[in-house]
């Protein structure tokens, strides 16, 4: 093998500074992430998964910021929504063990 496969399998981490495995995602030394593309895509995600999804933004109410009446009317919504699922997986729980 010569020189320059081996200077492209090895790589520097940003971060302990030490080298390590290029061909890796993460460091063996620090375990951070070592290429900075896949780093800004994991950054991306992770916003989008604090923010929710499309349904929890629908249901999310702006005004509940801003006062205590809307964050309860937010969280009645969101505890109606909780016990309309149970009622649900009750249905089809019973529904399912039924004969026939």
């Known amino acids: 093998m010569n ?3 081996e200077t492209k399998s090895i790589k520097k981490c940003e971060h302990c500074q030490n080298w390590t495995d290029g061909e ?4 063996i030394h620090c375990g951070e992430i070592l ?13 989008e998964q604090k923010e929710g999804t499309p349904l929890m933004k629908w249901v999310k109410l702006k005004q509940s910021n801003d006062s205590k009446f ?24 019973i529904l399912a063990i039924m004969p026939g």
């Open 35 to 47: 290429d900075r593309k896949y780093r800004e895509e994991r950054a991306q995600l992770e916003i």
């Open 3 to 5: 020189s320059s496969q």
């Open 24 to 27: 890796k995602a993460f460091c």
């Open 70 to 93: 809307w964050y309860f009317a937010e969280k009645a919504m969101q505890s109606g929504q909780a016990v309309m699922v149970v009622f649900f997986v009750i249905i089809i729980t």
